[in-house]
């Protein structure tokens, strides 16, 4: 019996690795890691956490969340166990909403050359950019429901937005 090899099924079948460490053939990041540090980021913010606070609570830098938040570090499996500990929330949470190219590019698709053509970072969503998040955050916060109401109501009119048709 002849030994068996440890290789990467990707290059002992024969396929050829577009990209290195999971990144897409032209080197940038791959969709998945992108998505999944915007959700860190996402979380982070909706706990009002700093990137410097996140790091202390898991023994890194505020420059080592960053590259994870965007996508320029992998983040490894044990790592996203403990910022899913520390963020209190469940692993799968870093994995919601992910759109179907991302999926279509996920590392393994890559090393196969299956990946679809993506171009630039995911369609950024109005509703998590730090001014909204801080927003819906300090909305949160107002104890007092006639003056929620009033809040709410004076935005939608703001947003010129009916509030009698909503």
Do not use: W
């Not at 490894?76 to 279509?104: G, K, N, Q, T």
Request: net charge positive.
């Amino acid at each position: 019996m002849s030994p068996v090899k440890n290789t990467p099924p990707s290059l002992a079948d024969g396929f050829t690795v577009t990209g290195r460490r999971g990144r897409l053939a032209d080197g940038s990041a791959n969709p998945i890691d992108l998505h999944v540090g915007a959700r860190v980021r996402l979380r982070r913010t909706l706990l009002g956490m700093s990137a410097h606070r996140l790091g202390d609570a898991l023994g890194l830098t505020f420059q080592q969340i960053q590259k994870y938040e965007s996508g320029m570090n992998r983040i490894s499996a044990s790592r996203l166990y403990d910022l899913s500990c520390v963020l209190d929330v469940p692993v799968d949470y870093f994995f919601e909403d992910i759109s179907d190219a991302a999926r279509s590019a996920s590392p393994s698709q890559v090393s196969l050359g299956k990946a679809g053509a993506l171009v630039g970072r995911p369609t950024a969503d109005p509703r998590l950019r730090r001014e909204t998040l801080e927003l819906v955050r300090a909305y949160s916060r107002i104890a007092d429901p006639q003056v929620r109401a009033r809040v709410y109501a004076l935005a939608l009119t703001l947003g010129g937005i009916d509030a009698v048709s909503r």
